[in-house]
């Protein structure tokens, strides 16, 4: 699993901190701030399952899925809500909930007849095409 760590755009901080070293994100190549200890401690911290990936702040954002910008809208809210103990699977297209373990791990509405995942790829396959 990838990590994004944040370095801070050299446009955003122009007066870096005293143990930043210039360099450049490897996915934009715009101008950014390092703290070289920062590698060692959250690969220490974050353990094998991890790889960190230092990219500047907006390639960070952009990569992790959280990015909003005029290039991308936020995805729509999900089809259906896990319950908070993970026992129960509320569908938001007809309001039913399950606490059928099989509908829960499946993602599956009884009323609606469908899964969410393939409802959910479909919608983003959808919207893809409206974008062109």
């Known amino acids: 699993m990838i990590y994004y760590a944040c370095m801070p755009l050299v446009a955003n901080v122009p007066d870096p901190r005293h143990d930043w070293t210039e360099t450049t994100c490897p996915e934009c190549g715009a101008a950014c701030w390092k703290n070289q200890q920062d590698e060692p401690v959250l690969a220490a911290a974050l353990g094998p399952a991890y790889t960190v990936r230092f990219v500047c702040t907006d390639c960070a954002l952009r990569l992790s899925g959280e990015y909003y910008g005029p290039e991308r809208e936020p995805d ?3 089809f259906y809500a896990i ?3 993970g026992r129960s699977i509320t569908c938001h297209v007809c309001g039913l ?3 059928n373990p099989n509908d ?3 993602k599956y509405c009884g009323c609606c007849h469908v899964f969410h995942d393939q409802r959910e790829m ?6 893809l095409e409206a974008e062109g």
């Open 76 to 78: 729509p809210p999900p």
């Open 83 to 85: 319950g908070n103990d």
């Open 97 to 99: 909930t399950s606490w």
């Open 122 to 127: 479909l919608a983003r396959l959808e919207r």
């Open 104 to 106: 829960v791990a499946q």
